[in-house]
């Protein structure tokens, strides 16, 4: 949903995708992700988008976007049509949460998920000192924020568990977008996840 | 910036028969057409613009006689408009069986030497499609660069990818729908029958008793035209005001909806013609390329090699979202090239021939991506 020139994720989620897979992105902005996973990875790839302007942006760049709203689900997407279904850094605006991971899990073989860890360390000491986070990877303020739902890599693990999603890998970003090797859900600003039935 | 100015119509005549899908054929025929832009030397800048039930082959810019005689899309098209005339070669064609100069119910049948009037066989979007192919080769054009067309103009957009898959690179399908409801038919069905049982219809011979059906056409275009609004638009821009001197408990004219759906009623019947009329809104009813799939739209369009731009409006009921989302998702399921996007608009069925900024915008970004 928000749009970064480099995104850090994007690296991890481009080198999980093989030549010629289709892959679905939603909320894939002005197809930055999209356009990559095409020129990179020769991927078949398409993407859903709710905001106009973003429609508009990524038409002009060539990309395969289809306006729609998240919310309502993915009607009119058959089952298991993707190799992956990608939904980058938007989680956390969307209302129904399990609805929609469980739609991408039935349009694609795999679900791609990354969002901000709310429980990263710089959050935790914001709110230690009284004042909600603002950071790389929560860059909004409470009153303007887009996001809905505020959660940690324990607490998604937790839904996956519940909702009988299997985790086949996660990685974890700092700020800088390195890679944390541990203490992940402390030291963790933004996780990667790839999940199946 | 400024249309393109004074524009002449053309007129090809094809000797070879037409084979219609209907069954018969026609003998010979004449397609009207107007072109702007320039045909570059390879021949790959060329779209086509289908028209829709009342359109015509006048797109842009005016005729010398008169400058208020502007094109239907005019707003699309010109120099620096979406349907850029510095970069593209636009070609407008008046479909067969219309009544605008081509071929149609009004023409000498040169069998009778009278005008075909009801012996004017029906026409299918096949049919168009088919003929339209014929005037591409009549200006050298092999594969448009793209055809486009909006609700019966972009099934026609539609039909082209599948008559001609190999001739077509890119349809810009919008306000359409891949076939049309029973309720839409059932619109289309009331509009025909106010022609058909109009007294001065004659069974569509009309033309030799120096009459034409004026009323049964009104009719036709008022309920038309009801369903190309939207209801929030009609609210705004009529609500329920009365005209000066009105509340007289009669039936004459009261309310301002009422002055403006005569007003369009009468002014389309005094230009149009009822054979046609008919024709046009049968060839909507027809359209469904998925009948010989089993009702399979992705099988009906898996052999397009188009890419798809698909725009629908908010507010058009008459070929709501929801129908171009199907041409969308069978799209999808077949891994064929296609963008969607759905445009906030007020305008209803209408809003196609606005000049609505982001609509444009979005028609603009995506013919970036033909190559020339």
Redesign the interface.
């Known amino acids: 949903m928000t749009q970064m020139p480099e995104r850090a994720d994007f690296d991890l989620i481009a080198s999980w995708v093989q030549p010629g897979e289709r892959v679905l992105d939603l909320g894939c902005g002005d197809g930055s992700l999209l356009k990559r996973l095409i020129a990179e990875r020769g991927a078949k790839g398409y993407g859903v988008e709710l905001e106009g302007a973003a429609v508009l942006a990524a038409i002009g760049n060539g990309i395969n976007v289809i306006q729609g709203n998240l919310e309502q689900g993915l009607a009119g997407f058959d089952d298991q049509t993707f190799n992956h279904v990608v939904l980058s850094r938007t989680l956390q605006t969307v209302r129904h949460t399990e609805r929609i991971l469980g739609e991408m899990l039935r349009v694609g073989r795999e679900a791609v998920v990354s969002f901000p860890n709310f429980a990263y360390w710089k959050n935790r000491m914001a709110v230690m000192a009284g004042r909600m986070p603002v950071s790389e990877d929560l860059p909004y303020e409470w009153f303007d924020t887009p996001n809905l739902r505020f959660f940690t890599l324990l607490d998604f693990e937790a839904l996956c568990a519940k909702m009988s999603l299997v985790i086949r890998e996660r990685q974890v970003l700092d700020e800088a977008g390195r890679l944390v090797l541990e203490e992940p859900n402390f030291l963790g600003s933004l996780a990667v996840y790839r999940l199946a039935r | 910036m400024a249309g393109i100015g004074i524009v002449t119509a053309q007129c090809a005549h094809f000797t070879q028969p037409l084979k219609l899908k209907g069954g018969g054929l026609l003998p010979a025929f004449d397609l009207v057409y107007e072109t702007y832009g320039t045909l570059n030397a390879a021949k790959s800048n060329a779209i086509l613009v289908c028209h829709a039930l009342s359109g015509h082959h006048h797109i842009a810019g005016h005729t010398a006689d008169n400058p208020a005689n502007i094109g239907w899309w005019d707003n699309i098209v010109g120099p620096g408009r979406p349907l850029d005339t510095e970069r593209f070669f636009i070609v407008g064609v008046n479909n067969l069986g219309g009544c605008h100069g081509s071929t149609g119910p009004a023409s000498i049948n040169p069998a009778t030497a009278k005008p075909w009037g009801a012996d004017f066989p029906v026409v299918t979007v096949e049919d168009w499609v088919d003929s339209q192919a014929r005037l591409a080769d009549h200006l050298g054009i092999e594969a448009w660069a793209a055809v486009m067309g909006g609700s019966l103009g972009g099934m026609q957009a539609l039909q082209w990818t599948l008559s001609y898959p190999e001739r077509v690179r890119h349809a810009l399908v919008i306000a359409a729908a891949p076939k049309l409801s029973a309720e839409n038919i059932a619109f289309n069905d009331v509009a025909r029958q106010a022609i058909l049982t109009d007294p001065d219809f004659h069974g569509g011979h009309f033309y030799e008793h120096g009459v034409r059906p004026l009323r049964g056409l009104r009719l036709a275009r008022m309920l038309g035209h009801i369903t190309y609004l939207s209801d929030d638009q009609m609210a705004e821009k009529f609500g329920r005001r009365l005209r000066v001197g009105a509340g007289s408990y009669g039936f004459d004219v009261e309310f301002e909806i009422e002055s403006y759906l005569r007003y369009q009623g009468d002014k389309f019947a005094g230009v149009f013609d009822a054979n046609t009329y008919l024709r046009m809104t049968k060839a909507l009813d027809y359209f469904d390329p998925a009948l010989d799939f089993d009702d399979d739209l992705a099988r009906a369009l898996a052999r397009a090699r188009a890419g798809f ?1 698909v725009v629908a409006f908010t507010t058009d009921w008459r070929f709501s979202p929801e129908r171009s ?2 041409i ?2 069978a799209m ?2 077949n ?1 064929q ?8 608009s007020a305008h209803g069925h209408d809003s196609f021939l606005m000049d609505e900024p ?1 609509y444009h ?2 028609v603009t ?2 013919l ?2 033909v190559t020339l």
């Open positions: 731009l989302r199907e969308v998702h999808v399921h891994g090239d296609v963008a969607y996007a759905e445009i906030d982001h915008a979005v970004n995506y970036k991506r």
